[in-house]
Structures are given as structure tokens and as C-alpha cells.
């Protein structure tokens, strides 16, 4: 069995700060982790991913994420925020010898970013 | 196409009508999954479509639920008897077949709301 808890359904940052979005997971299998954002009436778009390589992972618009495993978590950081992340983010976790059923999203972080 | 579409993009309907939502996925892709979004909570699995293969309908949560897709294009998702729980995003993604330890990224469409007065 797999779960992926998002620990804040709302994250608000100022224009110019760091954004963390926390995520931690449970998984009875070693996971295959990743981050997808959704934009208003937009298609969810992959983030990053993470898939047994290194531990931190960089992805699109200077977000990376870190892997780790004592901790369970896979928490999403960009250092300075732009006004275009804001957005709705979704971690989601893959048991690695699981079919696409697999998959299981999180709750969603709601991001707004004041200017 | 450029991406996955899926029409419409918004469809009210009265409770216990039928509705059926398209999805137009990427051109080559042959994993076709269909989500449900709840307000407020992650996307639900409900089908899988790989090739010729018998899709993967655990996630469908009733009868009222089906879905078909012809070879590797378009798939329609039928709700029948619609109720007001079934209010939600509709969300498809295609992918290259994604099996075992590799992983294919999944391509979303924008989704169709349904909303079940």
C-alpha cells in the first residue's frame, strides 16, 4: 500500500521569497516520487520527478525537491517565488513495481504568491 | 496534436441524465488513463487503456462507469444515471506505456467539469 500526505492545502509567499511545500509519503515498496502543477484551467504538467537516482532532483522553473528516505519526505522548494507559480501542486507517489493504478496523488497546496 | 484534449470543457446536466466526455490523447501515446478530481482533493484513478490490451478498470466506482478507446485514439468516458457525487474535474492523460520499474511521463488534458444538478 502507498499514501502521499501534503501537509499544508495552502501556501502563501511574497513575491521574491522561498516556497517550501511539504509532501511526505509511505510506501511499502521503494517509490518513485513526483511534483505536478496545475494552473487554472490548464492540464497538470510534470514538475520533476524523482526515480532512485540522486536525491535531490531539479525540475522546470527552478523548483527541486529532495528525497529523504528517514524522513519520508519529498518536499518541494524553489528559493525566490515568481508571480506565475502560483498555482496548485500535487505530489504523487509510484510504487516502483506498480502498474499505472499505481499512482496516488496527494491532496494538493494551493500556492499563492502576494506581490 | 500539440497535447491531450479533452471536450467539452464544462457540461451541466440534471441529475440521472447520461454523459459522455471525450479525450483526444497524444498522437503516438498508447497508456490512456482517465482521474477524477474532487473539489479540494487529488485526482481518483479510474481506467487504464494500454494498446489492445484489457484495460484496467479497477478504479471505476460504479456501473454507472465505463469507457472505451479504440486502438490508440480517442476514448470516451460514459457516466450513466449521473448523481450530484459525480460533480467533479474529468481528467485524461496519455503516455508512452509505462510498465515495471520505467516510467513514462503522463501528458494531462485541461478536463472536463461536470457538474450534476
Known amino acids: 500500500a502507498q499514501s502521499v500526505t501534503q501537509l499544508d492545502s495552502h501556501v502563501s509567499v511574497s513575491e521574491g521569497t522561498p516556497v517550501l511545500l511539504r509532501c511526505n509519503y509511505s510506501?511499502?515498496?521503494?517509490?518513485?516520487l513526483f511534483w505536478y502543477v496545475q494552473h487554472p484551467n490548464k492540464g497538470l504538467q510534470l514538475l520533476l520527478k524523482?526515480?532512485?537516482?540522486?536525491?535531490l532532483v531539479k525540475g522546470i522553473n527552478g523548483f527541486e525537491a529532495e528525497f529523504k528516505k528517514s524522513e519520508t519526505s519529498f518536499h518541494l522548494t524553489k528559493p525566490s517565488a515568481h508571480m506565475s507559480d502560483a498555482a496548485e501542486y500535487f505530489c504523487?507517489?509510484?510504487?516502483?513495481?506498480?502498474?499505472?493504478?499505481?499512482?496516488?496523488f496527494g491532496s494538493g497546496t494551493q500556492l499563492t504568491v502576494l506581490p | 496534436g500539440a497535447g491531450v484534449s479533452q471536450s467539452p470543457s464544462n457540461k451541466v446536466t440534471e441529475k440521472g441524465k447520461d454523459v459522455e466526455l471525450r479525450c483526444d490523447p497524444i498522437?503516438?501515446?498508447?497508456?490512456l488513463y482517465w482521474y477524477r478530481q474532487r473539489l479540494g482533493q487529488g485526482l481518483e484513478f479510474l481506467i487504464y487503456?494500454?494498446?489492445?490490451?484489457?484495460?484496467?478498470k479497477s478504479g471505476l466506482p460504479s456501473d454507472r462507469f465505463s469507457a472505451e478507446r479504440t486502438g490508440e485514439s480517442v476514448s470516451t468516458l460514459t457516466i450513466q444515471r449521473t448523481q450530484q457525487e459525480d460533480s467533479a474535474v474529468y481528467l485524461c492523460?496519455?503516455?508512452?506505456?509505462?510498465?515495471?520499474?520505467?516510467?513514462?511521463?503522463?501528458?494531462f488534458g485541461p478536463g472536463t467539469r461536470l457538474t450534476v444538478l
Open positions: 510506501s511499502s515498496y521503494s517509490p518513485s
Open positions: 492523460a496519455s503516455s508512452l506505456v509505462s510498465s515495471g520499474t520505467s516510467y513514462n511521463e503522463q501528458f
Open positions: 498522437s503516438g501515446h498508447t497508456a
Open positions: 487503456f494500454q494498446g489492445n490490451s484489457a484495460p484496467d
Open positions: 524523482y526515480t532512485s537516482a540522486a536525491t
Open positions: 504523487v507517489v509510484r510504487a516502483r513495481s506498480g502498474s499505472a493504478r499505481q499512482l496516488t
